[in-house]
């Protein structure tokens, strides 16, 4: 049985920061692309980062420079480091893995707020 969980996700005020993680089981972690996707109320699932199982990372115009996707094989582990963070990046945050499937994770919310 296949499962991403997220945690990291909180209240945090303008300009703090966050680490997003996302622990995986059930699959061969490492030969997975490994993403973060964000959903504000009212829009669509875009993409936050990627990171391909040789380490490639790619990013949204909207967090670059302001977050960082790493991934962690020996823990099966995603994370998301967010840094100077806005009321934009208001949304509940997923982890997406895909290798021969297409795998989400149950999210998290992150609120930017004073």
């Known amino acids: 049985q296949v499962q991403l969980v997220e945690s990291g996700g909180g209240l945090v005020q303008p300009g703090g920061s966050l680490r997003l993680s996302c622990a995986a089981s059930g699959i061969i972690f490492s030969s997975y692309a490994v993403a973060w996707y964000r959903q504000a109320p009212g829009k669509q699932r875009e993409l936050v980062a990627i990171?391909?199982?040789?380490?490639?990372?790619n990013y949204a115009v909207a967090v670059k420079g302001r977050f960082t996707i790493s991934r962690d094989n020996a823990k099966n582990t995603l994370y998301l480091q967010m840094n100077s963070l806005k009321p934009e990046d208001t949304a509940v945050y997923f982890c997406?893995?895909?290798?021969?499937?297409?795998?989400w994770g149950q999210g998290t919310q992150v609120t930017v707020a004073s």
């Open positions: 997406n893995a895909v290798y021969a499937q297409n795998y």
């Open positions: 990171i391909t199982s040789g380490g490639t990372t």
